[in-house]
């Protein structure tokens, strides 16, 4: 039903023509990471109730692929959350890789997860309503994340670039709650303060 009536506002109900299976699934897949991506943007700048046109718009696709992929706003909700927590979590090894040394890996990640609790917070309150949904996506961030940072706690500390003792949860909880609120007051630079405490981490000259 919600398939047909998007089909009808923007005639996008056959997006491949006569393109076989493979393709389909390929722009199928393409076109749910751009949404994502899209809805993630507009969520910070506008805010989780930000009108469904804005994000297909800002997709570069009509609201029929849109209601496809995320029928209704939780499930687009939902979905921005897991993708961010995925692209989040895979930043980890690819910044270990890529970096100068484990310490500066670290501190862009931090920096990658401060992005992510921007919208993460904004989400949140909708998520909250929700609270069993809200309880398993919080077990999720948690499962997938808290070992990312761990490697990366892990690799400076055996680098001798940071002190040790310190858990990943109990940075990143520190992290979260440097966060709360920021994006709701302009007056406050939450990264900042984040850059600080990741700069406190370093280990003392010896």
Not at 45 to 63: F, Q, S, W, Y
Request: with cysteine; glycine share 10%.
């Amino acid at each position: 039903m919600v398939e047909g009536i998007n089909a009808v506002i923007d005639g996008d109900s056959d997006e491949t023509g006569g393109r076989g299976a493979p393709s389909r699934r390929k722009d199928a897949r393409r076109n749910k990471e751009t949404l994502l991506e899209a809805a993630a943007a507009v969520f910070v700048a506008k805010g989780v109730d930000a009108p469904v046109r804005d994000i297909a718009a800002e997709a570069g696709v009509g609201l029929g692929t849109l209601y496809r992929h995320f029928p209704t706003r939780a499930d687009l909700i939902i979905g921005v959350y897991r993708h961010q927590v995925e692209a989040c979590a895979e930043a980890g090894p690819a910044l270990l890789e890529s970096s100068g040394s484990p310490y500066t890996a670290l501190a862009l990640w931090i920096d990658r997860f401060v992005d992510f609790l921007v919208t993460k917070h904004g989400l949140a309150g909708v998520l909250q309503s929700d609270s069993a949904g809200f309880e398993t996506l919080h077990a999720y961030f948690l499962d997938r994340l808290v070992p990312v940072c761990a490697q990366l706690l892990t690799a400076a500390e055996t680098a001798g670039e940071i002190r040790t003792g310190l858990t990943a949860y109990e940075l990143m909880r520190g992290v979260g709650n440097l966060c709360a609120g920021a994006d709701s007051d302009p007056a406050y630079d939450a990264r900042r303060l984040v850059e600080r405490l990741v700069a406190g981490l370093r280990a003392m000259p010896s």
